[in-house]
């Protein structure tokens, strides 16, 4: 048969399901997959309910496999299932042998044992997370990395170097920087250190280094409904109703006709590549950010080379984030199970095609020599022409860039607003119905036919401004307004109704996303009679007091616990203290003797460029970790000894699990 199995963590509230490949023409399928299903009760999550623990939830998810035979084009064939309750799963790593049993109120009859049996590995992990304040030394420490000099002496540096697996500690780094807006400029100072190692222009980010791995979570983190709004509908299409686009003489089947499939193929990839260099608009704010740092640093690393600020940007975006998504939907929530296996082959195609023309924007010419297959050639002479390169050139500018000379995506007509509203007479202190007038507003990068033919009152550059926020009704005591920050006085907006507000906010702010200057913070209300409504504070250009809106991508909801997060980091420390004391002796001792380190020893492998600043981080963070281990303990003695724990100690309990199967 051809088994596939579906993997599910299932309780009151929740249903995960996951498929695994199918296994082609087989009885003894050895499936070999992993699967991570994080318990978090994420109703509750960002409520103060978290602090509670609810036993009961672990007590009612069970883990369930299902085994089925794909019937391509009959209805898929049930072959039994298993299922383990997590809370015998907590005594960590179960690798057992089951039977698969007939499905609960099915009416097969057939006695269990015909239904063979299939061996799991299952690991459950459960995470005890302190209150806050025991975190804070800790979380200070990670969070003032890029402020450290070199930046292979900071505490995350040191984290991911004592990781062996750098993909353990860059998950929770990632995360948490993220959280406390400061990823920024440690993504930053790590890809200088990356480039430092670089000595070739096209070489640039095609490693597995700290920075590309930030950068590669971070996407995934930040860019989640990017992708979505991208890609999602023409995946769709290429999986629903897939049709053939081999074109490897080698692989084709009988039947195949090539010339039809290189149209196939070609439609699809044209279709992904429109999609990718007309979404700079949709591309989140951070992602710009970041973008705009590597090519930057880049730049400045390989003076000399003209498109190397493209292909630092490009080897993110096109190849290590669509072009990876293309290939494995599931993997990046575009589809919900794995393509079968012609879809999949589609996709790696395709796939492949935009990682070549994604890059035919860092270099001169398009080389179609550097193709080593002859139908490979043959399918790229459709893409030579110069419009390709110059639509990638023209989104990595836009998702990288200040300097465009048009505000990125505003060719879009779709983003055009113009609209009757109110706006508050400048400069003007005194409240009253008088001092707002009916005014036409209009955004647009062209020529544009004034309303009545006047000529604009007032014009702001798109580049001039800092900031789109909402205002506090208060302020002027009128529903809908919201404020545009320029430098100059804010202007301050009432809209004919709510959805007209966000209309405009969203707007403003997708096309400002890249805006250099952009405030972090700003004031929620307006200032008023010698002072700002919100914070009090009587000085008009004091920095704002609430963190602005803009700054993280409005349409992502970005669910993350600092707490949890910096508890793993504890975690992953506490492991491997003995590689953190190993590191420390080497520091001490390089730093003793001066000279270079004789006989490579377990830490040859780390990096020590300024092995004072290092030694000074690694007797921090082992103290550090050293007093969270107590409490920790202290806790894990408590509980062992209350019947009734976690209420106490107000511990939250998160729990994370894993399986491994296989036959
Ligand atoms: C299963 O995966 C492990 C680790 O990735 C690998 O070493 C092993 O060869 C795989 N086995 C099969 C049968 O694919
Ligand atoms: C977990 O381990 C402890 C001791 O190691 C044992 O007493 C207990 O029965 C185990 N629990 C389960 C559910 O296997
Ligand atoms: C089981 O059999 C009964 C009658 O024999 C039928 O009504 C019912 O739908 C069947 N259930 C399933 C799950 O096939
Ligand atoms: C260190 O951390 C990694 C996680 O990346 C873990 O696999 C390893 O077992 C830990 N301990 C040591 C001594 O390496
Ligand atoms: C944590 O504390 C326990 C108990 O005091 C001790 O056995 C263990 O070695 C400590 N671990 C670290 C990393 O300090
Ligand atoms: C250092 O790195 C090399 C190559 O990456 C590896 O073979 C070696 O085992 C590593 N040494 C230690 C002590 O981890």
Not at 145 to 159: C, G, K, M, R
Not at 313 to 330: D, E, Q
Request: proline share 4%; hydrophobic share 35%; charged share 25%.
């Amino acid at each position: 048969c051809d088994p596939y199995a579906t993997v599910s963590l299932v309780g009151p509230s929740r249903n995960d399901q996951k498929k695994t490949k199918v296994k082609k023409k087989t009885s003894n399928p050895q499936f070999n997959e992993t699967f991570y299903f994080e318990v978090t009760r994420s109703s509750s999550y960002t409520k103060k309910s978290q602090f509670q623990v609810e036993e009961e939830d672990i007590e009612k998810l069970e883990v369930r496999v299902d085994l089925w035979n794909n019937g391509n084009l009959v209805q898929d064939v049930f072959l039994g299932e298993i299922k383990v309750p997590v809370k015998v799963l907590r005594n960590d790593s179960f690798q057992a042998w089951y039977l698969l049993q007939p499905r609960e109120n099915g009416n097969k009859s057939s006695k269990t044992d015909d239904l063979g049996s299939l061996r799991l590995n299952i690991c459950y992990t459960e995470d005890c997370v302190l209150p806050s304040e025991y975190y804070a030394s800790l979380r200070n420490l990670l969070l003032k990395s890029s402020d450290v000099q070199p930046i292979s002496a900071s505490a995350a540096y040191i984290l991911s170097e004592v990781c062996r697996d750098k993909y353990d500690a860059v998950l929770p780094l990632v995360r948490l920087l993220l959280h406390h807006h400061k990823l920024v400029p440690f993504v930053a100072a790590v890809a200088e250190l990356d480039l430092k190692d670089t000595q070739e222009a096209n070489t640039v980010f095609r490693g597995n280094s700290l920075a590309t791995r930030c950068v590669d979570e971070m996407m995934k983190i930040v860019g989640k409904h990017y992708l979505k709004v991208t890609l999602k509908p023409v995946i769709d299409e290429i999986c629903e109703s897939p049709k053939p686009c081999e074109i490897d003489p080698i692989k084709l089947r009988e039947g195949d006709n090539v010339e039809i499939n290189m149209e196939n193929l070609r439609y699809y990839v044209d279709k992904v590549f429109r999609e990718i260099v007309r979404s700079s608009i949709s591309c989140p704010t951070l992602m710009c950010d970041v973008f705009y740092s590597l090519r930057h640093l880049a730049a400045k690393r390989f003076p000399n080379d003209p498109h190397v600020q493209y292909s630092a940007v490009s080897s993110f975006v096109f190849l290590r984030f669509f072009a990876v998504a293309v290939v494995s939907p599931h993997t990046f929530h575009l589809r919900p199970h794995h393509p079968d296996a012609q879809t999949s082959r589609t996709l790696t195609l395709i796939s492949k095609a935009i990682q070549t023309l994604g890059s035919w924007g860092s270099l001169t010419k398009s080389k179609l020599s550097s193709f080593k297959e002859t139908f490979m050639c043959e399918f790229f002479k459709a893409f030579q022409e110069e419009k390709f390169t110059e639509s990638v050139k023209k989104f990595l500018d836009d998702v990288s860039s200040t300097e465009s000379k048009e505000p990125s995506g505003l060719s879009e007509p779709v983003h055009l607003k113009e609209g009757e509203m109110y706006k508050r007479a400048q400069g003007r202190t005194r409240i009253g119905k008088k001092n707002f007038k009916k005014r036409w507003f209009c955004l647009t990068s062209r020529e544009f036919t004034y309303h009545k033919q006047q000529e604009p009152i007032f014009t702001i550059p798109i580049k001039n401004i800092l900031a789109v926020e909402k205002l506090d009704e208060s302020s002027f005591n009128k529903k809908n307004m919201f404020q545009i920050l320029h430098g100059e006085k804010p202007l301050y907006i009432q809209a004919n109704n709510c959805v007209e507000a966000s209309e405009w906010i969203e707007a403003l702010c997708r096309v400002t996303r890249c805006n250099q200057k952009r405030l972090s913070f700003y004031h929620p209300s307006a200032f008023l009679n010698g002072n700002w409504l919100c914070c009090k504070a009587t000085l008009e250009n004091t920095v704002g007091c609430a963190r602005c809106t803009a700054d993280v991508p409005a349409d992502t909801q970005i669910e993350i616990d600092g707490d949890r997060e910096t508890e793993r980091i504890y975690s992953l420390f506490t492991i491997n203290m003995s590689k953190l004391q190993k590191l420390e002796e080497a520091c001490g001792s390089i730093a003793v003797y001066q000279g270079p380190r004789k006989e490579p020893d377990d830490y040859s492998n780390f990096t020590i460029e300024d092995s004072v600043a290092t030694f000074h981080t690694l007797k921090q963070i082992i103290d550090i970790v050293e007093k969270l281990n107590e409490s920790h303990e202290k806790y894990r003695k408590k509980r062992s000894s209350s019947a009734k724990y976690g209420s106490e100690l107000h511990c939250r309990n998160v729990s994370f699990m894993q399986y491994i199967y296989g036959l």
